[in-house]
């Protein structure tokens, strides 16, 4: 089992570009999460799909940042324009349910926007 | 406050033990979490414990909640360097999404 897979790893990007973070989730699992970690808010969760449905997307900071989830091995998040305060490392992670079996997490995708 | 509350920082040495305290929101949590993240890494699942147990062993892990004062330790015996890292607590408020708190780095010393 390769675990949950985000890429790139790192990304570094200007102002203003188009950002696209991936992630391609257990098999069999059905919920998939993004998280955002940063120094100061810790981790937060930006939006979470089941059976490949988005179910909550409240924490999406604003309208710049979208994701989606077209089949059960594959999501984006996408943030367009991306800004320097967007800075910080992007977490894919994967469950069978959306609590009680605990969630696999990915590697991240450390994100720099200059 | 609506936090999974934990303190920021713990120093210990090599071979003495360590307990990570946090203190959690939501007396509906089914289920509450340790994570482990090494730098460079996502977060690692250590154990969980169900709501209706007092305590948990995993070799040299024990969990220990206290449903009352929704308080949650980690202790981790005979530390050793490699258990360095950032140790999360998480809560599933409601049978819903795991809340983490902003985590406990764990430094040990030789």
């Known amino acids: 089992d390769a675990g949950v897979i985000q890429s790139p790893r790192h990304e570094v990007t200007e102002m203003g570009q188009e950002v696209t973070l991936r992630c391609k989730p257990i098999?069999?699992?059905?919920?998939l999460f993004w998280y955002r970690q940063t120094m100061m808010r810790g981790l937060e969760l930006l939006i979470y799909?089941?059976?490949?449905?988005?179910?909550?997307d409240s924490g999406m900071p604003e309208d710049r940042f979208s994701a989606k989830m077209p089949n059960a091995s594959f999501s984006t998040l996408k943030i367009q324009p991306s800004e320097p305060r967007d800075s910080a490392v992007y977490f894919c992670a994967s469950s069978l349910s959306t609590g009680g079996d605990g969630y696999t997490f990915g590697s991240g995708t450390r994100l720099t926007v200059v | 406050g609506e936090d999974v509350e934990q303190s920021l920082f713990l120093s210990v040495r090599e071979g003495d033990s360590s307990v990570i305290n946090c203190t959690y929101t939501d007396s509906s949590s089914t289920y509450l979490y340790w994570y482990k993240q090494e730098p460079g890494a996502g977060l690692q699942l250590l154990t969980y414990?169900?709501?209706?147990?007092d305590m948990k062993q995993d070799q040299r892990l024990t969990v220990l909640l206290n449903k009352k004062d929704k308080h949650l330790s980690l202790r981790i015996a005979d530390t050793q360097t490699g258990d360095s890292a950032i140790y999360f607590c998480?809560?599933?408020?409601?049978?819903?999404?795991?809340?983490f708190g902003k985590g406990t780095m764990l430094l040990v010393s030789p």
């Open positions: 414990i169900f709501s209706n147990m």
């Open positions: 998480a809560e599933t408020p409601g049978y819903s999404t795991l809340t």
């Open positions: 098999s069999g699992h059905n919920s």
């Open positions: 799909f089941n059976n490949n449905v988005p179910i909550d």
